[in-house]
């Protein structure tokens, strides 16, 4: 099925680039709309994995590339003397997969301490020239350096793969209204937007600021009007076209009225508007730049739309387009003192600050943010009840943060984060209920822990990631039939069995791990039907298994247990199922180890 999740590829060198894989990672697992293969699910690799390393490359959709001027190991054979990056480059070239890759500065080290001979690095120059020259640099601002932190990096990588994956969407739509009537029922438009067996698509629309409503809640927000009210008695007789041009159709009835008609003419203007919205959040379900061009169609015809001007901007920065991003931002900039509401001033703040972060503006990123805080900081003091400005407030704590973390002021930045933490405290006590303020309050453990990562204090990072994992273990007691918190908590279980790996607790890493491995064995004997949770299950088990050496025969024999009747049935795609011939292979190697 063209609407299947996205297999992406993630391709890149270790030592140096690994805290911008990790976001990469972190950023694209918990989606249910891409499923991310990395190589370190089943350890390090050497020349007789190299076939496998090809063949999960070819089962690939999306080969993401990450080239830093580290040239990384070459394995023997291979008479051009590539390195295994350059090698899934090239694989997935040959394969004519989509290669999206982001090269970093000339300049970039990666913070390591890694050397080359002369003639790798002659090698490696040449490789990146030749990803320069193949017009296939998604995002530039990575190479000229105006993407300062892996989390940036991460957003830019996920909204170029929401693009990809919307575009596959809507191909297939187009294929399947190409073709002739069937006598069966054809799929409802909107499963199909949200995707096979449920799987949502990502929307591309900011997911900071005010929240963006669903496509259930955009539909029943059309349905309170008259002529929307047959769309949700028999929504299947609708295509997207037609919803889309009733909309628009609307929204500039109701503009050129509003135009003309001196009594009710502003109230017009704002039901134009507010259409145009809906617009742009049913279109940016499968198309951004339709939202952005409702968006920009709403500001037009209200310039003194606040929201309109901020969403514009956000998509357009998203998108790549920083001169219109800058332009709606200064629009909205320049209506801060006038009758708007203080919380759309401050999230254009935020959004002018995240502008000049990803044009590489530090400094003026820092200060814009500041200015935020500064807002958020009076406001949350003039009404310390108000939950949304105490949220503001550590919004901005956290933004500054990141910008000293990415100009390597660690211990300022820590100080930012822990104030953020601060903040969402008082707001996970006050109201221990709201399930929004409890996973605010994990992430913001989770920054903490990775700036103590970066500062070489494995045994404090450790303790902030036990306390992120402690909030959501809350969050999943208070819900436990919400699957995805449970989803969450066996991913926090998983971090913290790595953690503990790395600062040599082995023992303790195990029963996170078999935490974990509970938790999605708990979800399959809820919903036996669930393949996710199955397949999920399968990375604790063989990290156990390697944790345990000889003794982790058993685990691997599990794996293979869930995985080989899931391939029988096919219901794997086939990066999983080269799981199983991976697998097998660890326990060959058991197995002549045991006879020695």
């Not at 099925?1 to 140096?16: A, C, Q, Y």
């Not at 005010?210 to 929307?228: G, R, V, Y």
């Not at 309050?441 to 903490?448: A, D, G, M, P």
Request: aromatic content about 6%; proline content about 4%.
């Amino acid at each position: 099925m063209s609407n299947r999740r996205l297999i992406v590829f993630l391709s890149s060198t270790g030592e140096d680039l690994r805290p911008w894989r990790r976001a990469i990672i972190d950023h694209m697992r918990p989606l249910d709309g891409f499923v991310c293969d990395v190589m370190e699910e089943f350890g390090a690799r050497d020349a007789t994995a190299l076939a496998f390393c090809r063949e999960r490359v070819e089962a690939c959709d999306v080969l993401v590339g990450l080239i830093g001027v580290y040239r990384g190991s070459e394995p023997a054979g291979d008479n051009r003397q590539r390195s295994y990056t350059e090698l899934e480059y090239d694989w997935a070239g040959e394969a004519e997969k989509s290669r999206l890759m982001y090269l970093t500065p000339e300049s970039f080290a990666g913070g390591a301490a890694l050397t080359m001979t002369p003639e790798q690095a002659d090698r490696q120059r040449a490789f990146r020239a030749r990803v320069r020259s193949g017009g296939e640099i998604v995002d530039k601002r990575f190479y000229n350096g105006e993407i300062a932190t892996p989390d940036a990096l991460a957003a830019a990588v996920m909204s170029a793969l929401a693009n990809v994956q919307l575009r596959r969407l809507l191909a297939a739509m187009k294929e399947q209204e190409s073709r002739p009537a069937a006598p069966v029922a054809r799929t409802p438009w909107w499963r199909r937007l949200r995707g096979e067996r449920g799987a949502r698509v990502p929307p591309p629309l900011s997911t900071e600021g005010p929240a963006k409503p669903a496509i259930e809640e955009t539909l029943a927000a059309f349905a309170a009007d008259t002529d929307f009210e047959a769309l949700m008695r028999d929504p299947d007789r609708f295509d997207i076209a037609a919803l889309e041009t009733a909309v628009k159709g609307r929204a500039e009835h109701r503009a050129e009225r509003g135009r003309t008609a001196l009594a009710a003419g502003r109230a017009d203007v704002r039901a134009a508007v507010a259409d145009y919205k809906r617009l742009a959040a049913l279109t940016g379900f499968y198309d951004i730049d339709k939202a952005r061009a409702a968006y920009a169609r709403a500001a037009e015809i209200d310039p003194d739309d606040a929201d309109a001007l901020y969403q514009l901007g956000k998509l357009s920065m998203d998108a790549g387009n920083t001169a219109d991003a800058e332009a709606a931002f200064l629009r909205l900039d320049r209506l801060q003192g006038r009758d708007i509401d203080p919380g759309d001033a401050i999230w254009g703040h935020f959004g002018l600050g995240d502008l000049r972060v990803a044009q590489g503006d530090l400094p003026s990123a820092l200060a814009t943010y500041r200015k935020a805080q500064a807002e958020t900081d009076r406001l949350a003091k003039a009404d310390p009840n108000n939950a949304g400005w105490q949220r503001d407030l550590s919004v901005s704590q956290d933004k500054i943060g990141d910008v000293l973390r990415a100009q390597g002021n660690l211990p300022a930045a820590l100080t930012s984060y822990q104030a953020s933490l601060a903040t969402r405290d008082r707001l996970a006590k006050a109201d221990p209920g709201n399930a929004g303020w409890q996973r605010d309050l994990s992430v913001s453990q989770e920054r903490i822990g990775d700036v103590l990562v970066e500062q070489g204090n494995l045994p404090a990072a450790l303790t902030s990631y036990q306390a992120s994992l402690a909030t959501r273990d809350r969050l999943a007691k208070a819900d436990p039939g919400n699957a995805g918190w449970q989803r969450d908590l066996a991913i926090s279980n998983e971090r913290i069995g790595d953690m503990l790996t790395r600062t040599s607790q082995a023992t303790q890493a195990i029963e996170a791990f078999q935490r974990a491995l509970a938790i999605y064995r708990e979800l399959v004997a809820r919903n036996p039907g669930d393949v996710q949770a199955r397949v999920f299950s399968v990375v604790p088990l063989c990290r156990i298994a390697t944790l345990k050496g000889r003794a982790g025969r058993k685990e691997l024999d599990d794996a293979l247990a869930i995985l080989k009747p899931l391939a029988a049935a096919d219901r794997l795609d086939a990066n999983r199922r080269g799981w199983i011939g991976q697998i097998e292979k660890q326990i060959t190697e058991l197995e002549k180890a045991a006879a020695e």
